[in-house]
């Protein structure tokens, strides 16, 4: 699946190549720790309209403001609850977004009006020293379209964009892998988790005390809380437990740390051999993106320990799964 043809999208990791783009309002792919984002001038209507369009992303959705400096954020919300000051303090740069109140220095297309706008310092050094070059910060959703697998490698980013963005600013593979952490503020200035990631709940509870979890509203889901995302075009099962019946043959295993031995090794991926989240972080989209190429019926995920960051991995999981459900019913049966 590609967006229209437009460009001869290259991949380079020339930071004047990038920012030639971006001063003409262009979008251009850049390496952040946690995934690629597709990056535009978010100061300018036109770039973040372009960044709606080439991701298919709805316009409701809100876009995060990537910059390279706290005393930037400083000067363009009206106020900074002191947890939030804490929370980047501690680490930024680094995959913590912070949601704080909106200053009329951005357009309303960066958050569809909302009353906070979302804020990221992201700890890669080509993309640190990109934003430290340009007059104006970035707007970067994750550069996938609407829906699909993140991107963590260059390579995944030409897989959806080739053609419809000039440049990819290659920063090689993303080492952290997961979504950053998106933390809001109540009133009071306690932070509100609105979406798992890379830097856990416990990591954020020992910086400031206790957090809040954003229930989603009946009738008005909060944005970056839809029950469906990251999907491969494979049908996906997570599951603990083999169904019992499976009426395909073509499948791919993603398991944590160990084969299972009952399946042949070869259709296995392991996250982690050695048990770590952290590596299962960095290679869960590689391997979705992996399997989703092959050409497989099926791919079934074994759920991760739920601690730590095993949590936003599971949270990715059952988005992925979610909208295959119904398929999944006609592929094999799961006995309890
Ligand atoms: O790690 C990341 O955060 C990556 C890299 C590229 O920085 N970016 C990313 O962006 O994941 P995106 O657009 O794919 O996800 C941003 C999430 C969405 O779920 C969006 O709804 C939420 O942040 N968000 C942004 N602004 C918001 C706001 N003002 N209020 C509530 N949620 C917001
Ligand atoms: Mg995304």
Known sequence: MTAMKQFDTTIGQSIEEAAHWLRQDELVAIPTETVYGLAGNAFSVKAIRKVFAVKKRPATNPLIVHTDSLDKIRNWVGHLPSTAEKLLQHFAPGPLTVLLPRYPS??????????????????HPLTLALLAELSFPLVAPSANLFGTISPTDPAHVLKNFSGAIPYILDGGPCTVGIESTVVGFNEEGVPVIYRQGAITVGQIEAVVGRVLQKTADADKPAPGMLPYHYSPQTPLLMSEKMPSQVKVSNIGYIRFKSYDPALPEERQILLSPEGSLAEAARNLYKALHY???QGLDL?????????GLGKALNDRLQKAAFQHQNKIRGLCVISD
């Open 106 to 123: 951005f357009p309303a297309e960066v958050n569809n009006g909302r009353s906070t706008v979302a804020f990221r310092i992201p700890a």
């Open 299 to 307: 791919i079934i995920a074994e759920p991760l320990p739920e601690e």
């Open 291 to 293: 399997f989703d190429e």
